[in-house]
């Protein structure tokens, strides 16, 4: 299969155990061959390192750290990876066809720390591909006029809009984790759940063999 030609951006606020994190990163390793950039507030192991020390953890810093990467990266398109999610092989496989829009995958499951189910997502940030140079100019307009490694005195405006924001997906799902150690516990989900998914298996094996 060919690969796209793409580099993962990998941004981490080192806050998640880092016997979990390796795991997720281990995965991504598993999964393809792409090239790594990334970015964390700690010096890790994984690709190219870029480490931007101990700034405060908020939304904003994030934005700011996939900037780094993306800036950093020389491929066309960039595909992001979090620190507290499980890819799919499909999640890397995908060629958007333009490079002036998101491409957000569509097959999106939370697992929250002590629960023994999963709840659909439509979407998170993590999960997301884009043309490079497009992706910069869209993070640089939101945080044009905003103080170096601060947090946003009100919500910070989409990255994206509503026109620029397209789908794929495959039967398998990013699986996105809640642990408690992130920026924050909360957030929103589909109505219902399910006990099992696709590729990942029950709620009870994920939590023994990643938590």
């Known amino acids: 299969m060919t690969l796209p030609n793409a ?26 061959d792409l090239p790594i950039i990334s970015v964390s507030r700690k010096p890790i ?5 870029i480490c931007i020390g101990e700034q405060s953890v908020c939304y904003p810093n994030s ?16 595909i992001a990876a979090e ?33 023994d189910k999963f709840w659909q997502k439509r979407y998170v940030e993590g999960a997301q591909m884009c043309g490079r140079e497009y992706w910069i100019e869209q993070i640089e307009r939101v945080l044009d006029g905003q103080e170096d490694w601060k947090d946003f005195q009100v ?13 794929w997906t495959s039967e398998n799902p990013v699986l ?18 399910k006990t099992s998914i696709p590729y990942w298996g029950s709620a009870e094996k994920v939590k023994k063999e990643y938590l």
Do not use: V
């Open 63 to 78: 934005f700011r750290q996939l900037l780094i990467g993306l800036k950093e990266a020389k491929t066309k398109f960039c």
């Open 45 to 49: 192991d994984f690709g190219k390192n």
């Open 176 to 193: 996105y984790f809640k642990t408690r150690e992130g920026i924050g516990f909360k957030t929103g989900f589909l109505d219902g759940s």
């Open 155 to 167: 919500n910070p405006p989409f990255i994206f809009t509503t026109k620029d924001k397209y789908k």
């Open 83 to 115: 620190s507290d999610c499980l890819y799919p092989p499909e999640y890397f496989q995908f060629t958007p066809p333009t490079e002036d829009n998101a491409y957000r995958y569509h097959n999106i499951w939370i697992h929250f720390d002590g629960r």
């Open 7 to 32: 580099t993962i951006i990998y941004y981490t606020a080192n806050t998640e155990k880092e016997s979990f994190e390796k795991k997720m990163r281990d995965n991504i390793l598993k999964q393809t």
